[in-house]
């Protein structure tokens, strides 16, 4: 590139910014205005081997034109000249990516912003059937405000346009790829929203929830079978309802994850708001189904998924009429036959009504949010989600929902994880009917009622239980103690990490034995005795 080129008679090209595969960059300036613009340009030496890539450009500067947001990068013209191609935008010095290198771990209010003014450019583009396809760090730009812009449209689909890609392309980037885009299905925006959902994990966590070996197959490898892992695990000011959320975004059946942009910003704004759920929102037409995208292959997930009686986020339905004095039950139990014995009998109750079923932890705590159930009957033993863990995220998420488990196991590693989860009751699958209604209406009530034999565990177990044992530092090894001093100090694991030259990794186990050994729940009570034993910040 030559230098002081200028297109148009108006834009001069200065010096190269950021290169990708299918353009470069440059930063310039409007001679008119003599305000600094990024100036994109398509690379010609590429063009004769991939002609689509034009019409690709072109329609890039077209998605520009019509997405008029404040958090969408703003274009200034679309030219071409001498056959070269060239969108003219405004410039943005940074990038969420430059900030990620420098912070990789974002203050909880940051990360909640940043996410928040990307939901709202995407409901945006998702309203105008608009898909990126592309959604990463490097692609959401930030003005010197830290006010994000997301910009290069280069892969996205636009309903009202044909085509370009191949049936069976992978698009978009390997570390922030759904997984339908790694199974070469067609994306919708909710491929958008798994992306979203992952880069608020890494602004959260200092880290991707899906890694794998760094190389692409092994990436693809954990996105498709690692599970979600918590990202109170990373932090401890991490509020329930945003890590359900993100678990929500990142659910890998896409049938299942949350349905909309709209309704992801809603509850970010909720959570930043402090309150415990966003409000009713309706659901205007162009939200009612996800634009499919007829470019990449086969639509088979829902079908593999088994969502057979359950009702589909994929398209979310109005809830049905109900009667006021009737309890709203919701049935999760991954045997089919379960489902339809319980449905049968509890429909014959004219104070009791099934407002939906589902097979496994993940589909029950979406249906809890599409119909809000009075009592959900959760099986524990289930596939893709347990029932305690889904227990635990709907209580999370819905306090005024009341969960019995109803199940065939009555051992203590399913009893007293359920109740400690926020069971409501739990009701072995022996229970006579007469008595399994009185537990729902009991429920309804704000009461509990356990099975027989449950109640006789509890009772032994609170006769027996021996004292709790005192935290003990003697029992803690000398590098258990070190990483114990900076816990108390405030620093964070990856802080820790780099203090005392060890792996993040290595600092996660020295916390877990430390919380185990001092028999504490999570680091803050670790700190505070610490700092009662004197192990404290040095004078």
């Keep these: 590139m030559e230098d002081r080129q200028v297109v148009a008679n108006r834009f001069e090209i200065g010096y190269l910014i950021g290169e990708g595969g299918v353009g470069r960059v440059y930063k310039g300036l409007d001679t008119q205005t003599g305000e600094p613009v990024a100036i994109k340009v398509l690379r010609p030496e590429i063009i004769l081997d991939t002609p689509d890539l034009v019409e690709r450009f072109r329609r890039e500067g077209e998605v520009l034109r019509e997405l008029n947001h404040p958090n969408i990068v703003r274009m200034l013209a679309t030219l071409e000249q001498a056959g070269q191609h060239y969108i003219v935008m ?29 939901a709202d450019a995407l409901a945006r583009a998702h309203h105008l059937n608009v898909i990126h396809r592309d959604i990463k760090p490097g692609n959401i730009l930030l003005a010197e405000d830290g006010t994000p812009r997301l910009t290069d449209f280069g892969l996205a689909h636009i309903a009202s346009y044909p085509p370009i890609t191949t049936r069976g392309d992978v698009i978009g980037t390997f570390q922030y790829l759904s997984p339908e885009g790694c199974n070469r299905q067609p994306l919708d925006e909710r491929a958008d929203i798994w992306s979203l959902g ?56 896409r049938g299942m994850r949350i349905p909309s942009m709209r309704q992801v910003g809603a509850e970010l704004e909720a959570i ?69 014995g319980l449905r049968t009998f509890l429909e014959l109750q004219d104070d009791i009504e099934v407002v ?102 509890l009772m032994t177990d609170v006769a027996t239980r021996e004292k709790k044992p005192e935290p003990d530092l003697d029992k803690l090894t000398e590098r258990e103690l070190d990483v114990l001093r900076l816990i108390a100090r405030g620093l964070s694991n990856q802080e820790i990490a780099k203090e005392l030259t060890i792996s993040e990794k290595t600092v996660k186990t020295h916390v877990s034995n430390i919380l185990s050994k001092l028999h504490v729940d999570d680091r803050t009570q670790a700190a505070i005795y610490a700092l009662k034993r004197g192990l404290g910040p040095e004078e």
């Design 356 to 457: 939906g079923e589902a097979e496994n932890g993940l589909e029950a705590v979406e249906l809890t949010r599409q119909q809000e159930p009075d009592v959900v009957l959760m099986d524990l033993v289930m596939p893709e989600m347990d029932g305690i863990e889904a227990t635990r995220q709907i209580r999370a998420l819905h306090p005024d929902t009341k969960v019995i488990a109803l199940t065939s196991f009555a051992g203590d590693d399913n009893v007293f994880p359920a109740i400690k989860a926020g069971a409501s009751g739990y009701q072995l699958k022996d229970v006579s009917p007469s008595d399994l209604v009185d537990a729902i209406r009991a429920a309804h009530r704000g009461e509990t009622q356990l099975h027989p034999e449950i109640a006789k565990k």
């Design 198 to 253: 992952v880069i608020l994990f890494e602004m959260l966590a200092g880290e991707r929830p899906f890694e794998g070996e760094g190389y692409p197959g092994a990436i693809v490898s954990a996105i498709l079978n690692q599970p979600v892992p918590s990202l109170r695990g990373f932090r401890d000011d991490v509020p329930p309802t945003l890590d359900g959320l993100v678990g929500r975004m990142l659910a890998k059946n």
């Design 272 to 340: 930043v708001r402090g309150t415990d759920r966003p409000p009713q929102m309706g659901v205007g037409p162009r939200f009612t189904k996800p634009t499919q995208i007829p470019d990449a292959g086969r639509e088979d997930d829902v079908r593999a998924s088994g969502l057979r009686r359950a009702q589909s986020s994929r398209e979310p339905q109005p809830e049905p009429a109900q009667s006021n004095d009737k309890i709203k039950v919701l049935l999760v139990d991954d045997h089919a036959i379960v489902r339809q």
């Design 90 to 118: 405004e410039y943005v010095a940074g990038s969420l990516a430059d900030l990620l290198r420098n912070q990789p771990q974002l203050p909880l209010e940051h990360a909640l912003g940043i996410a928040l003014e990307v």
